[in-house]
Every structure is written in C-alpha cells, then in structure tokens.
C-alpha cells in the first residue's frame, strides 16, 4: 500500500476510521444546533442529490463516523474541522445531536484539514482546490514547495492548479459549473489575455470542442503550425509513459517516436513552472 506523504497521513490519524478506532470516552454527543460551519472550508457546493441518500442512510443507520471540531469562541461553541457533508444531512432530518470528537486547530490547520479531507474523500472542483491553495499562499505566507508536502502534492501541480485564479471569469463559471473541464481551462491559460481566453471559450462551447481540440486552436492563434494527427493508433506503452510523466511532472507532455530516436516535449507556461519542472528533473539525478 502507498503511503500518503504531507498532511494526508496527519488526516488519517486525525479521522477514525472505523468503530473501534477510538475509545467511546472520546466521542461526545454534540447538539447540531452547537457546530458552526468551518470558515475555511474550501468547498462551496455540495451536490443535493448526494445530500440527500447520505440523509437517508444516517436515517436508518446513524452517523457513523464521528465528526471532528474545535472549540469556538464562547462556552457550547463549536467549529467544523471535518465532516461538513455528514452535518449538512443530519440537519436535513432535523437530528438534533451528532458524534463528534473535540480537537484542536488553528486557522491554518482548519484550511488544511478542510482541504485534505475533500481531496481524499469527495473531490474539490478545480477552481475550490485552487481558491484552497490560495489561502494557505496568501493568507499564511506559505511557500508552493510547502504547499505541495503538505497536501501530498507536486509543487508543479500546486502552481499549475492556482493559475486557473488568473482566468477570466465567464471562463471561471463554465469550469466551475462543469460545461469545461480543466483540460479546457489549462490550454486557453496559454493564450495571452482574457479577451482571446474568452473568444476560445465560445468556439469550445459552440463546437464542443475535446480539450485536444482545444490546444490545437489555441496553437493555431498562437502562431504555431498545427500537428498532424497521427494515421495509425498510438503505441499504448508510449502513452502509458507520456501519462507517467504528465503525472510526475504536473504539466503537458507529448512524446514521439521516429524511426529512429524521437522527441520528448514537456510544455511549461511560466518562469517559475519551468523552475519547478527543472526542480523535479534535476532532483532526481542527484
């Protein structure tokens, strides 16, 4: 089994997992009514649907898994740490009183712990991970570099994820809403102003464009000449390492194989994304 690096470990010795994980003396019953939301909490939507079956099952079987607070500022005050989704469901059958283990926390740690149980247990949309990242850069004065051993990231995906901020806004709603994915969100960041981005955007939605597509029309308005799309199938291992080293290095890469030899294009969109990209590279030689 991998182990997770960062604060997911941390998360885990902080969230029991099972029963018996922890002594009944350390669960106490806490009145809903009692547990603030974390003002933290780098997710900002929830599907209902979701909400709902989670409702039902908490219905017939409880709250199984204990919520994790902090206390607040005044006496029989509580702040969210972790569990927002199961809160949101007991309050929607009126449960007066859920499981809940006291913790401490501070305002970093209530960012940090938000953001690592959504990425381990329900996925952020990109836009609410990159918002996340941005609190812990901005508001705590932390390092990408940090950021990434935190979370268990790379510090090339931590960069990568927080310029999706520096969208235009109708670009923003469409990936928040799920019209564009993050594919989409990261080709148009290479064009040079919100107006183009903005323009692209439109032909995307217009011809339901795949995200391929879309890097092809945005090197065609870049001034690059297009690709030729391949005749014949790529070579499934070729693309098996083209996806290892996307993964390991947070950014677009494209292999090709010739006759002899071939080329190897890793794609970077800013001074510090090629820092860190050398960083990786460069750190495994040594």
């Known amino acids: 089994m991998t182990k997770r690096s960062g ?13 018996t994980s922890l002594p009944e003396s350390g669960i106490r019953q806490v009145p809903t009514s009692q547990i603030n939301p974390n003002p933290r909490q780098p997710r900002s939507k929830f599907d209902q649907e979701e909400l709902k079956e989670l409702a039902d099952s908490i219905r017939e079987h409880g709250v199984i898994q204990p ?26 059958i009126n449960l ?8 401490g926390a501070s305002d970093q740690e209530l960012v940090e712990l938000a953001l690592v149980e959504n990425v381990q247990r329900a996925d952020l949309g990109p836009l609410e991970t990159a918002e996340a990242y941005r609190q812990l850069s901005e508001d705590f004065d932390m390092s990408h570099e940090v950021i990434a051993a935190r979370v ?30 993050e594919g989409h969100a990261r080709a148009l960041l290479a064009l ?14 217009k011809s339901d464009l795949n995200v391929r597509q879309t ?5 065609k308005l870049s001034g690059e000449k297009p690709r030729k799309l391949a005749v014949k199938p790529p070579d499934p291992e070729l693309k098996a390492i083209e996806e290892q080293l996307r993964q390991r290095l947070g950014t677009r890469v494209n292999l090709h194989q010739q006759s002899k030899g071939g080329k190897l294009t890793i794609y970077y969109y800013s001074t ?3 820092d860190s990209i050398l960083d990786l590279i460069l750190s495994e030689s040594d």
Request: hydrophobic share 45%.
């Open 7 to 19: 604060l997911g470990k941390g998360l885990d010795a902080l969230l029991p997992t099972t029963e």
């Open 67 to 92: 919520l994790i607070l902090t206390e607040g500022e005044t006496t029989e005050q509580f702040t969210l740490i972790a569990g927002e989704r199961r809160l949101l469901a007991a309050q929607l």
């Open 96 to 103: 007066e009183r859920v499981p809940a283990i006291i913790r």
């Open 152 to 181: 268990g990231k790379n510090r090339v995906t931590i960069t990568n994820t927080l310029r999706l901020l520096k969208l235009p806004d109708d670009v923003k709603q469409f990936l928040a809403s799920g019209a564009i994915s």
């Open 192 to 205: 040079p102003s919100a107006e183009a981005q903005s323009a692209v955007l439109k032909s995307i939605l």
């Open 215 to 219: 890097e092809e029309l945005v090197r």
């Open 272 to 274: 510090e994304e090629l």
